[in-house]
Every structure is written in structure tokens, then in C-alpha cells.
């Protein structure tokens, strides 16, 4: 059985993040979210494809590799969202037919499971993906190990493999020395102090037949 102590914040916010879209996808509807799904899944598949493409010219303006990356995931992002969204106003008003409530309404919460999934599934790729991923935020966090699944599939839409691996999770090297030693490891050796060398192994000593009792 789960005790409280055992949810961290990390859970909260993404049991939040669920309800909040699921109440809001049941309460509105599924033709009155749709421009804002197409907004959301497409402009992440556009910044996905085309990011490798914009990053030479945002290079010539910032000199940071990784902050050239993200400004032009940021931009193809928003500028994809924004088209995307008034596509999707537009499909949605063409599209638009005599629903029964229910079933309108029934489509909205199961939209609303998949936004919830992508947004927590991405949310937890870019955290784990910042040199964070051993603090307790994410360590002992509930959801992680099914959220992890979730962002290995919203990782591969990225089609540039070394963009792909920016959002590989990192583990700080610190971690090593933290974790406790495995009974029958054998430990590495300490490297002697400085100014000091290690004395060097002589050759085996040979008994004396005479020696012994």
C-alpha cells in the first residue's frame, strides 16, 4: 500500500496536471479543445523535425551549442503553435456537427488523457534531461518509472539523433560515490596521498625446509 510520505512533489504536480486536463477536457468538450490538441501535438512534431534545420541560423546569433538548440526548438514550437491553432479554430468550425452532450463530452475527457500523458511525459524529459534527474524530485517520485516510458516514446519524434540525445536522461557522477558497495565487490584501491608513492611489491619470499616446525 502507498503511505503519503512516500508521494513527493513531483507526483502532485503531475496528479494535478492529469485532473486539470481531464476536468477541463470533460467540461468543454472535444470540438472545443481540438484546435488546441493540434496546436500542442503538431507544433512539438514540427519542432521535432525541423530544429536541426533553424539551428545554424540561430548559431550565428548565440554561441552557447545547447541554448542554440533550445531557442530554436522554443521558436519552431510557438510559431508552429500559433499556425497550428488557427488551422485548427478553422477545421474545428467546418468540422462542427450536432453532438450529443455526452458523447461530446466523453471525447473531451479521453483528449484530455492524452494531453495530460504528452505535457507530463514531456515535462519529466526535460527535467530528467537537466542534471537533475538524482535529486528526490524525481528519485523517489511514484510516477517516474511510467513517465519515463512516456518520454522515451515523445523523445524519438525528435528526428535529429544528436538532439535526441540532449534529452537522454542524465545521472550526476556523484551518484557512484554515494551508492553503498555491493557485498563481494572488490572497492578500487585509494591512490596513496601526494608526495608519496605507493612501495612497490617485492617478490615472494621462499621457506626454508629448515624453517618449518
Known amino acids: 500500500m502507498i503511505a503519503l510520505s512516500d508521494i513527493t512533489s513531483f507526483d502532485v504536480i ?3 496536471l492529469f485532473l486539470l486536463f481531464l ?14 490538441f493540434l496546436a500542442l501535438i503538431g507544433s512539438y512534431l ?12 540561430v548559431g550565428g ?5 545547447k541554448a542554440v538548440f533550445f531557442v530554436s526548438f522554443g521558436l519552431l514550437f510557438l ?10 479554430k478553422i477545421l474545428a468550425l467546418v468540422m462542427e456537427v450536432s453532438l450529443a452532450g455526452w458523447f461530446d463530452r466523453t471525447l473531451g475527457f479521453l483528449l484530455g488523457l492524452v494531453k495530460g ?34 518520454a522515451e516514446v515523445v523523445r524519438t519524434i525528435i528526428a535529429d539523433q544528436r538532439l535526441r ?24 584501491e585509494a591512490p596513496p596521498p601526494a608526495g608519496e608513492s605507493r612501495p612497490e611489491a617485492g617478490p615472494p619470499t ?6 618449518r616446525g
Open 23 to 36: 476536468i477541463r477536457g470533460t467540461w468543454i468538450g472535444f470540438m472545443r479543445q481540438l484546435a488546441f
Open 79 to 88: 510559431v508552429g503553435g500559433l499556425v497550428l491553432m488557427l488551422l485548427g
Open 206 to 211: 621462499m621457506e626454508e625446509p629448515g624453517d
Open 46 to 57: 514540427v519542432a521535432g523535425q525541423y530544429t536541426s534545420q533553424l539551428m545554424p541560423y
Open 165 to 188: 540525445d540532449l534529452f537522454l536522461a542524465k545521472l550526476p557522477a556523484i551518484i557512484n560515490d554515494l551508492a553503498p558497495a555491493i557485498p563481494g565487490d572488490v572497492l578500487p
Open 61 to 65: 546569433f548565440i554561441e552557447n551549442p
Open 117 to 150: 500523458v504528452f505535457v507530463t511525459s514531456f515535462l519529466y524529459m526535460a527535467m530528467s534531461s537537466s542534471m537533475i534527474s538524482a535529486n528526490e524530485l524525481l528519485e523517489k517520485s511514484l510516477t517516474s518509472p511510467y513517465l519515463a516510458r512516456g
Open 14 to 16: 503531475v496528479v494535478l
